[in-house]
C-alpha cells in the first residue's frame, strides 16, 4: 500500500553534508488522517535508532545526538521526505532508512512503522 525509496547516500569527510531522498507512493485509494513518516538509521552490530520523524500535522522529533544536525523536511507536491544532514562525522556511518507509520509519531520505535524503504548508505570518513 505504501512504497518508499530513499537516495541521496554516499561517502563524505568529517564534516561534509549529504541531503537523503525518499519517494513515497501510496496504493491508489489508501488514505490515512494521520500518520509519520520517519529517518533511522542502522550501524553494522548496532540495533535500527530513529533519527527524525514528521508527522502530517507538522510536529517534528529529533534524536538528540543530531539535533541541530539533521533537519527533516517533506516536498508533498513531489511526495518526497528528506534528510538535510550536516556535520557529519564517523559516527554517523549507517545504513539510513525512511519508514512510514499510521497514527501519531510518538516516541522512536522501529516496530511500530508499518512500511520501509530498503535504505541509503552513508559513510563518513575522519
Known amino acids: 500500500q505504501v512504497q518508499l525509496a530513499e537516495s541521496g547516500g554516499g561517502s563524505v569527510q568529517t564534516g561534509g553534508s549529504l541531503r537523503l531522498s525518499c519517494e513515497v507512493s501510496?496504493?491508489?485509494?489508501?488514505?490515512?488522517?494521520?500518520?509519520?513518516m520517519g529517518w533511522f538509521r542502522q550501524a553494522p552490530g548496532r540495533e535500527r535508532e530513529g533519527v527524525a520523524s514528521?508527522?502530517?500535522?507538522?510536529?517534528?522529533r529529533y534524536a538528540d545526538s543530531v539535533k541541530g544536525r539533521f533537519t527533516i523536511s517533506q516536498d508533498n507536491a513531489k511526495n518526497t521526505l528528506y534528510l538535510q544532514i550536516n556535520s557529519l562525522t564517523p559516527g554517523d556511518t549507517a545504513m539510513y532508512y525512511c519508514?512510514?507509520?499510521?497514527?501519531?509519531?510518538?516516541?522512536?520505535?522501529?516496530?511500530?512503522?508499518?512500511?520501509w524503504g530498503q535504505g541509503t548508505q552513508v559513510t563518513v570518513s575522519s
Open positions: 501510496k496504493a491508489s485509494g489508501y488514505a490515512e488522517d494521520l500518520y509519520c
Open positions: 514528521l508527522g502530517n500535522d507538522g510536529g517534528t
Open positions: 519508514a512510514f507509520k499510521p497514527g501519531f509519531c510518538g516516541t522512536f520505535s522501529p516496530g511500530r512503522y508499518t512500511h
